[in-house]
């Protein structure tokens, strides 16, 4: 997949960091974070496609923040909780989320950047987060200033990137989705670390949902 970012080089202090966005928005995907109960992801085809390959892109750029802001997109008309912005990193990139807010104040005169994500690459490396069993890492979480955190290594990401693509391929076939309703495809639950409080594993929910006007959305096959 091509990938069109916007790449910045902030510094904070005495580091340089290196931030990639989408260079067009996902404006039909929306991540909301309820009081209780699990993160919600609905997103058409394309803002779930895109993300695949946002994931992909992150699992393989360890020094690289990928900044995925969510909340300025149309607001969905299912749903509750929190609108928030979605970030991806490795622990190299050294991104504490009580210092995002100054970083992301300084997100300005972006270069126009292109990459290209190897899915087959990702393919194998999300295979070898599976094949370890209870030895596989997860993803650490956190939401902090409307924006949600996901900390991992190559193949929890990577992990990640193949149930977006596996939303984006299949959330169209759902039954509902024709009448504009979203429809449970999966979730990241045995991705994300437990609660640090009850121990308890919490889950982001990923949802397609189509965009309006909704007649105008058919089926696969159909």
């Not at 916007?6 to 990639?20: A, L, M, Q, S």
């Not at 200033?145 to 990137?161: E, I, K, Q, Y």
């Amino acid at each position: 997949m091509r990938l069109r970012l916007t790449e910045f080089r902030p510094r904070t202090g005495p580091y340089v960091h290196r931030v990639v966005q989408p260079r067009t928005p996902l404006r039909h995907t929306s991540l909301r974070t309820p009081r209780t109960g699990s993160r919600l992801l609905m997103g058409d085809h394309d803002g779930l496609n895109r993300l695949a390959g946002l994931f992909s892109f992150a699992a393989r750029s360890r020094h690289t923040i990928v900044h995925v802001p969510l909340r300025d997109g149309v607001p969905p008309d299912e749903g509750c909780g929190e609108p928030v912005d979605l970030v991806l990193a490795h622990p190299e990139a050294g991104l504490r989320p009580a210092k995002w807010p100054e970083l992301r104040g300084r997100l300005r005169h972006g270069t126009p950047l292109t990459v290209r994500t190897d899915e087959a690459r990702t393919a194998r490396d999300a295979r070898a987060w599976e094949d370890r069993g209870y030895g596989r890492s997860t993803l650490s979480h956190a939401t902090h200033a409307r924006t949600c955190f996901l900390v991992g290594d190559r193949a929890a990401l990577a992990s990640a990137a193949t149930a977006f693509a596996y939303a984006a391929g299949f959330g169209p076939r759902a039954k509902g989705v024709a009448q504009g309703h979203a429809e449970f495809v999966t979730g990241l639950r045995g991705l994300l670390a437990p609660d640090r409080v009850d121990g308890s594993h919490p889950d982001l929910v990923i949802c397609f949902k189509p965009y309006p006007p909704y007649a105008h959305f058919k089926r696969p096959g159909r």
